[in-house]
T-cell receptor, first 113, second 112 residues
Framework: EAQVTQNPRYLITVTGKKLTVTCSQNMNHEYMSWYRQDPGLGLRQIYYSMNVEVTDKGDVPEGYKVSRKEKRNFPLILESPSPNQTSLYFC????????????FGPGTRLTVT | AQSVTQLDSQVPVFEEAPVELRCNYSSSVSVYLFWYVQYPNQGLQLLLKYLSGSTLVKGINGFEAEFNKSQTSFHLRKPSVHISDTAEYFCAVSPNDYKLSFGAGTTVTVRA
């Protein structure tokens, strides 16, 4: 089954404790992205990747890091999480030439206390 | 840069009534247009998309949208809603394959 998977689905952590949210897709898509969803703001793009070792900032990159060492994986790293990063996070992948149609993962709900 | 405005944050509607969700966008370049739906406690699912061609686009679950270039709008419609259409709906635009800008969302609540 074609899908985007994220782990963990739920995470509660404390300020300053480094964490990684994993994302994997099995569709051989070139592009992958991370978004955060906040009430009243919709989804905002954090980072995106156009292929292995090629990443770029989205609209809200501060406080986040990403890497793309393999085509299928695109982890999101919070090196020193803060309470304002409490949010619902989505990973997505896109096939080249599809006009940006994104396939979304199930989401990761992160709470930073 | 692109921006998306969804003109209604909440739309209550009775079952079997029609619904229209309004979306306006601004962009200095041509864009692709999307509507996504998010059911409670779930991820996002594509409803429909406009890449080119006919300005009336049909999607899943009986939804359709019309692209109006002169008004920079992409309104979503359904002639008769069901309880199961209760969800949050997002309009989005993209100038390429990897950059997507979303509106703030419209919550549709269908009542019996």
């Amino acid at each position: 089954e074609a899908q985007v998977t994220q782990n963990p689905r739920y995470l509660i952590t404390v300020t300053g404790k480094k964490l990684t949210v994993t994302c994997s897709q099995n569709m051989n898509h070139e592009y992958m992205s991370w978004y955060r969803q906040d009430p009243g703001l919709g989804l905002r793009q954090i980072y995106y990747s156009m292929n292995v070792e090629v990443t770029d900032k989205g609209d809200v990159p501060e406080g986040y890091k990403v890497s793309r060492k393999e085509k299928r994986n695109f982890p999101l790293i919070l090196e020193s999480p803060s309470p304002n990063q409490t949010s619902l996070y989505f990973c997505a992948s896109t096939k080249s030439g599809q006009g940006g149609e994104q396939y979304f993962g199930p989401g990761t709900r992160l709470t930073v206390t | 840069a692109q921006s998306v405005t969804q003109l209604d944050s909440q739309v209550p509607v009775f079952e079997e009534a029609p619904v229209e969700l309004r979306c306006n966008y601004s962009s200095s370049v041509s864009v692709y247009l999307f509507w996504y739906v998010q059911y409670p406690n779930q991820g996002l699912q594509l409803l429909l998309k406009y890449l080119s061609g006919s300005t009336l686009v049909k999607g899943i679950n009986g939804f359709e949208a019309e692209f109006n270039k002169s008004q920079t709008s992409f309104h979503l419609r359904k002639p008769s809603v069901h309880i199961s259409d209760t969800a949050e709906y997002f309009c989005a635009v993209s100038p390429n394959d990897y950059k997507l800008s979303f509106g703030a969302g419209t919550t549709v609540t269908v009542r019996a």
